[in-house]
């Protein structure tokens, strides 16, 4: 099968399992559920949870014991979108081409949405624990591995950084040190949890941290990249938006010739580390190549 | 020993283990462990964590077993007051005499606070899961509770109705339903956490639930008693700042007089409840009464 039609197939799954989980119930607070759907079913890549489920897949492992953590990772990202848009934060009114939740909801009905979110992750892992006994030790691990990377030693940890260096200078150190946190945290996430679900012996967590790591850095200088040179219709947000609120970015930090030369030697890094793993690994592959090539 | 010496005393081990738990890292993003103390610190009642303790110690069972999650709820108390007074939400400038997080540490820094406190409440039950392995089933339905009760299900439901309803008329019902909700389930949870935490059995959790419905519905009503009452030393907050921001209360519903008759009603169906159960629940039994005179 081609990359592309199994990265359709990947998403497809994960977008049933996500409506499927988060169901509208009729009851007095109800509204919450359309906002935390509104921004949760808005089309996003998906890349988080594909990852997790395609770790799973390549360990021969059936991808089903860990959905409710690959989804748990994507309702934990979506959260940290809506409350990055907040007037308080980034100030932003479009987001994958649709307005943001506060813009629809309210701001204080989308700082809601984000908290339930991020508390309904929680929730799925938890009951996912207490309904399906096996590998109970191991669905921990992953749950610990995810609310680590999703709190102040991960992502809040870069957006605290983002927040505080707006209109101020930023080493390149510090840049670099806020991206593993703000993006790479919740991209190494979904593949480590993946593989202490499927009992990764130490090398192999080691060559997918290193693996996750280079995708995540990767990630980061295409969004920058498409962020300085995108348009409104295919990024789905302002162009340069980063630039306006005065960001540091790789490309106001190195140029654009500079950035795209670090992505590639990224991107081929990712490919090294990957390549020294003994399994199935043709779909990770193509997935370096498929963050290196996307235009949104 | 005397309810308030024993109080006091479970007071100081909550504290502790908070102080202690949410350590300052020397990081880049340091700060937000400043924002996240000064609300976490700021000198609450400690409701939440010593029900859980005291529960436990009413059980026979050491206490201990239960801190992580006694501390979580707190933390999650916390968020939910640092995300309340937030400008889109509530717009309150002080909370127990002190300024709120936002004011001091800005609204962006005060969102951040607010999720790291939830996203850490999980981190601490998760590492307890993966450290010590004992009644590990136990733990797992804990964090089920805890985790229900502060999403969607619970106190953000309760928060949804709340921001929706302001400036707008309200039945009965739906007064009672919001509570139950927005405050009820956190004073709900750490009890049944407690009680599956020492493995209860059925008739003992319905009581215990009945007992924590009482008591969460009563601490309410006395809330919404010293709003209407209070004057700014005692209550930490601007006086009658429901009223000012139209909320319909308990007293705004029924008068003065006729809440205060609830009140005590309410009161003495929880030391019913607790009288049930065949267990050493004198701490228990004064905490309605604490509940019911407190000025605070």
Not at 52 to 62: P, R, Y
Not at 197 to 222: N, P, V
Not at 270 to 286: D, M, Q, R, W
């Amino acid at each position: 099968m081609e990359f592309k039609e199994k990265y359709n197939q990947w998403l497809n799954i994960v977008n049933a399992a996500l409506e499927n989980m988060l169901e509208e119930k009729d009851n007095p607070q109800k509204n919450i559920y359309r906002a935390m759907k509104y921004s949760l079913e808005a089309g996003g890549k998906r890349l988080r949870p594909i990852l997790t489920l395609a770790v799973c897949d390549s360990f021969g492992q059936d991808y089903k014991i860990a959905m409710p953590y690959a989804c748990a990772i994507e309702m934990i990202h979506t959260y940290s979108l809506i409350h990055d848009d907040l007037p308080a934060m980034d100030n932003d009114d479009y987001r994958r081409g649709k307005l943001t939740n506060h813009k629809v909801f309210g701001e204080a009905m989308a700082i809601l949405a984000g908290n339930a979110l991020l508390n309904y992750a929680f929730e799925i892992m938890h009951q996912d624990m207490l309904k399906n006994k096996e590998f109970l030790e191991r669905k921990i691990k992953a749950a610990c591995i995810i609310s680590n990377a999703s709190g102040v030693s991960g992502m809040i940890g870069g957006q605290v950084i983002d927040i505080e260096s707006q209109n101020k200078e930023m080493t390149l150190e510090l840049v670099e040190y806020m991206h593993s946190k703000k993006t790479g945290a919740l991209i190494k996430a979904p593949v480590l949890a993946a593989a202490v679900l499927c009992d990764a012996r130490t090398d192999e967590m080691k060559y997918l941290e290193q693996y996750a790591e280079k995708i995540g850095l990767a990630f980061q200088i295409k969004d920058d990249i498409l962020d300085f040179e995108g348009d409104f219709k295919v990024m789905g947000k302002l162009s340069g938006n980063d630039a306006a609120n005065n960001k540091q970015t790789f490309v106001t930090l190195y140029g654009l010739d500079k950035a795209r030369e670090i992505l590639y030697k990224t991107a081929s890094e990712a490919l090294k580390y990957i390549s020294k793993l003994n399994f199935e690994s043709h779909f990770l592959e193509e997935l370096v190549d498929y963050i290196v090539t996307r235009d949104k």
